[in-house]
């Protein structure tokens, strides 16, 4: 599906100058429920665990110099430094970067993916993700054995009855028939796609993390769940989007947070945070 295909859909979806206001004019006084706070939250990874030292390398550091071997400390990664903001209900907020920004991580730290090393994260509500479209299947089942694995992954909290409705629904959307019940590692990419888009995207939620979510399937599918994808959106409580099309995000988002350098260099309207993350991207590929 083309990006103005997808522009055009959405916005048929959305009234975006209309709705995304919070409704401050007829409200004024009513406060917005804050459904996440992010509180001075820092990330940092050891890279020695990232090694891919074979034991001979070890064995020659150890043998070069044994007391710098053991007592030498880690080297350090910042991947996030001091990140602090807050998610209301009926935000839609945007996060941009360059390549290693910390975006990714930063979604996987709120879906206690990954734990910080400081600063504290609290959610009012559950929590939805969609990030790499195969994390939780296993490839040696069936299509069919993983979606039941990925509903009660995902849908713990529902009724046996709930998710029964989520498994079949799953299946009928994904379109994959008679494949369905050949192991998953035989799958095309656009074909496992299918399959765990269909899954994750059954359900609203009260914060919905979406990492870009419509890369991997087949045209015609991306269409399809596209406009499932909007639906979610449309009736969960806030979301977090993270991706790399401008037109997605000017679309769906009212807020946009801009990453460079493990830090939160803007939080504001979507206009004038792609004004910055456009000075970012020229200054880091001039």
Same mark, same amino acid.
């Given at each position: 599906?083309?990006?103005? $295909?997808?522009?055009?859909? !959405? @916005?048929?979806?959305?009234?975006?100058? #209309?709705?995304? *206001? +919070? =409704?401050? &004019?007829?409200?004024?006084?009513?406060?917005? $429920?804050?459904?996440?706070? !992010? @509180?001075?939250?820092?990330?940092?990874? #050891?890279?020695? *665990? +990232? =090694?891919? &030292?074979?034991?001979?390398?070890?064995?020659?550091?150890?043998?070069?110099?044994?007391?710098?071997?053991?007592?030498?400390?880690?080297?350090?990664?910042?991947?996030?430094?001091?990140?602090?903001?807050?998610?209301?209900?009926?935000?839609?907020?945007?996060?941009?970067?360059?390549?290693?920004?910390?975006?990714?991580?930063?979604?996987?730290?709120?879906?206690?993916?990954?734990?910080?090393?400081?600063?504290?994260?609290?959610?009012?509500?559950?929590?939805?993700?969609?990030?790499?479209?195969?994390?939780?299947?296993?490839?040696?089942?069936?299509?069919?054995?993983?979606?039941?694995?990925?509903?009660?992954?995902?849908?713990?909290?529902?009724?046996?009855?709930?998710?029964?409705?989520?498994?079949?629904?799953?299946?009928?959307?994904?379109?994959?028939?008679?494949?369905?019940?050949?192991?998953?590692?035989?799958?095309?990419?656009?074909?496992?796609?299918?399959?765990?888009?269909?899954?994750?995207?059954?359900?609203?939620?009260?914060?919905?993390?979406?990492?870009?979510?419509?890369?991997?399937?087949?045209?015609?599918?991306?269409?399809?769940?596209?406009?499932?994808?909007?639906?979610?959106?449309?009736?969960?409580?806030?979301?977090?989007?993270?991706?790399?099309?401008?037109?997605?995000?000017?679309?769906?988002?009212?807020?946009?947070?801009?990453?460079?350098?493990?830090?939160?260099?803007?939080?504001?309207?979507?206009?004038?945070?792609?004004?910055?993350?456009?000075?970012?991207?020229?200054?880091?590929?001039?």
């Amino acid at each position: 599906m083309s990006s103005l $295909k997808l522009k055009n859909q !959405i @916005k048929e979806t959305f009234d975006f100058k #209309e709705k995304n *206001k +919070f =409704k401050s &004019d007829e409200q004024p006084n009513t406060p917005k $429920k804050k459904i996440a706070s !992010i @509180k001075n939250l820092s990330i940092q990874f #050891e890279l020695d *665990k +990232f =090694k891919t &030292d074979g034991m001979r390398d070890l064995f020659v550091q150890f043998v070069k110099s044994p007391i710098t071997y053991f007592t030498s400390p880690p080297e350090l990664f910042q991947v996030l430094e001091e990140v602090s903001f807050d998610i209301y209900e009926n935000e839609r907020i945007g996060i941009v970067g360059i390549n290693g920004a910390g975006k990714t991580t930063l979604c996987r730290c709120i879906t206690d993916m990954i734990k910080p090393t400081t600063g504290d994260i609290c959610i009012d509500g559950n929590v939805r993700f969609i990030f790499n479209t195969s994390v939780g299947v296993l490839p040696m089942l069936t299509g069919r054995e993983n979606v039941v694995l990925l509903v009660n992954l995902i849908y713990s909290e529902y009724s046996d009855k709930q998710k029964k409705e989520i498994i079949e629904d799953s299946i009928k959307f994904s379109e994959l028939k008679k494949f369905i019940d050949t192991p998953f590692r035989t799958y095309s990419m656009g074909m496992q796609s299918r399959l765990c888009l269909s899954v994750i995207s059954a359900k609203s939620s009260d914060l919905l993390i979406l990492d870009e979510v419509f890369d991997g399937a087949d045209e015609y599918f991306k269409d399809k769940v596209s406009k499932r994808i909007i639906n979610i959106i449309d009736k969960s409580g806030a979301i977090l989007f993270v991706s790399h099309n401008r037109e997605q995000i000017h679309s769906i988002c009212n807020r946009l947070i801009v990453l460079d350098k493990s830090k939160i260099v803007f939080d504001g309207d979507v206009t004038s945070g792609f004004n910055v993350y456009s000075n970012i991207v020229k200054r880091s590929y001039s």
